[in-house]
Nanobody
Framework: QKQLVESGGGSVQAGGSLRLSCAAT????????LVWFRQRPGKQREGVAA????????YYADSAKGPFTISKEDSNNTVYLQMNNLKPEDTAMYYC?????????????????WGRGTQVTVST
């Protein structure tokens, strides 16, 4: 059974919106730090946002504050990333990950287990 399954990626024009979903197993979802990272062409994987499923506290990379919102839905063990006002530089493979710990200010440096990712392409 796959622990994390991402969906919702696609191709949009600049200024458009997408909502990514990360469906997790119950074990993975409960009381863990769940995150969205992305890897742009030719770049290293970088953190976008994090959420601690036990209390809903959220954390964002500076580039994501404002246009991106991470949220969770406990009833179906799913974490979302709402992305608004997309720009061509947001084009990337987006990955969902989890770590068996509480999220904190250094969430971008934790060790995660990953899903397979979902591609987002933003055109001009």
């Amino acid at each position: 059974q796959k622990q994390l399954v991402e969906s919702g990626g696609g191709s949009v024009q600049a200024g458009g919106s997408l909502r990514l979903s990360c469906a997790a197993t119950h074990y993975v979802y409960m009381h863990n730090c769940l995150v969205w990272f992305r890897q742009r062409p030719g770049k290293q994987r970088e953190g976008v946002a994090a959420i601690y499923t036990a209390d809903g506290n959220t954390y964002y990379a500076d580039s994501a504050k404002g246009p991106f919102t991470i949220s969770k839905e406990d009833s179906n063990n799913t974490v979302y990333l709402q992305m608004n006002n997309l720009k061509p530089e947001d084009t990337a493979m987006y990955y969902c990950g989890y770590s068996n710990r509480q999220c904190g200010e250094r969430w971008r440096f934790y060790t995660y287990s990953w899903g397979r990712g979902t591609q987002v392409t933003v055109s001009t």
